[in-house]
């Protein structure tokens, strides 16, 4: 489930093992199976990417090379173009085996040298002489090639650690030292906490999707603890907020979409135990984390009277003054905190909202 730059260079060797001995023979450029952009190459990309991602995604766990190519498409994983060259490819240069080896009566897979024989075997496929034969022939392998080694320079994510260390049954050393460097002082309790985090309680615990959410944070979220005093605790303290929600899931998904707002959520939990107090009374405001272009501006008067007016229409309208006051100070504190904001600035606007909810809060004792 989790690929580190180490496997990839073992890949990379692999390959580069197998195309030194069909160079040694001089069959570089007419090898259909093991040549450069032969079938292997195809197959080769095509398994790369299944071991890569079949880890997360099931549909991937196929075995025909054709379906495999589909479902990498469809998936996101190869281009539709690249999908598309891959699948014809293949049909091209599986049409040229079956040919070589019917004619040949045993397991062959080198076109013939350029002269008569080549011709001849051009003309039973439907070409005009080797030489077409061949033009077409090399046209394929480049562009199979070309897409092999765009997928080979790719780096691997380096988080290899990781999986073992959100794997329970897994002893962790590598991942509870690479915490112990990440300044986690006390790095097995850590540890537990971060499987109470992607796997859940014992008595209920997380559906797979939402361990490999989590999977796919985690590296944000221990590099922003890093940067910290006390990681360890911090981490505590957001396993108390985070454990509070009923649906982690769409936390997960909503930080695995934008990786930027672990940094928030760390950064609020670091700098005031206050707010993360109004976290754990209603980890709700974790919305007003989501809102990122928010920060950018101070509310307006209008702004807050319009967001009371909706409050007041919900299930339960008693709560919208509190609804307001926290949620707000939770936006006008990410501001100060994350945008630099100035002190005056955020008196302004802590001002502003407490004339809003008094004036309400007013009008409603007059009516009474």
Not at 279 to 293: A, K, N
Request: charge should be negative; aromatic fraction near 6%; charged fraction near 25%.
């Amino acid at each position: 489930k989790y690929f580190d730059d180490g496997t990839l260079e073992d890949i990379r060797e692999t390959k580069a093992q197998t195309e030194a001995a069909i160079e040694s023979r001089g069959e570089t450029e007419r090898e259909v199976k093991l040549g450069r952009g032969g079938i292997r190459d195809i197959e080769f990309t095509v398994q790369m990417l299944q071991l890569l991602n079949g880890g997360r995604i099931e549909g991937l766990r196929v075995r025909n090379t054709l379906e495999a190519i589909h479902e990498l498409g469809l998936h996101g994983r190869l281009a539709p173009f690249e999908a598309n060259t891959l699948a014809r490819n293949y049909a091209f240069l599986r049409q040229i085996e079956h040919r070589l080896q019917v004619e040949d009566a045993r397991q062959c897979h080198a076109l013939p040298e350029p002269g008569p024989m080549l011709d001849d075997f051009a003309r039973r496929l439907g070409y005009l002489d080797g030489a077409a034969l061949m033009r077409v022939y090399k046209e394929h392998s480049r562009e199979t090639r070309a897409i092999l080694e765009r997928f080979l320079a790719a780096k691997g994510s380096g988080q290899l650690w990781l999986g073992d260390l959100l794997n329970p049954t897994s002893s962790a050393e590598a991942g509870l030292e690479k915490l112990r460097g990440m300044g986690f002082d006390e790095p097995e309790p850590a540890r537990a906490e971060l499987l109470l985090l992607a796997c859940g309680p014992a008595e209920r615990p997380f559906a797979n999707h939402v361990r490999q959410q989590f999977a796919e944070i985690a590296p944000f979220l221990l590099n922003s603890l890093s940067h910290t005093a006390a990681p360890g605790r911090l981490l505590v303290r957001l396993g108390q907020i985070l454990s509070r929600l009923s649906a982690p899931a769409t936390l997960y998904e909503l930080l695995r979409i934008n990786p930027v707002l672990c940094h928030f959520l760390v950064t609020l939990v670091a700098n005031s135990e206050y707010l993360a107090n109004l976290l754990l009374r209603d980890p709700g405001l974790m919305d007003m984390l989501s809102d990122v272009d928010a920060l950018d501006s101070p509310t307006t008067r209008d702004d807050l009277e319009t967001e009371l007016a909706n409050l007041k229409t919900a299930y339960e309208p008693e709560a919208a003054l509190c609804r307001l006051r926290d949620g707000e100070m939770m936006r006008i504190a990410m501001r100060e905190l994350v945008r630099g904001g100035r002190l005056a600035q955020v008196g302004d606007e802590l001002t502003q909202l407490a004339e809003v909810i008094l004036e309400d809060a007013l009008r409603t004792a007059r009516a009474k």
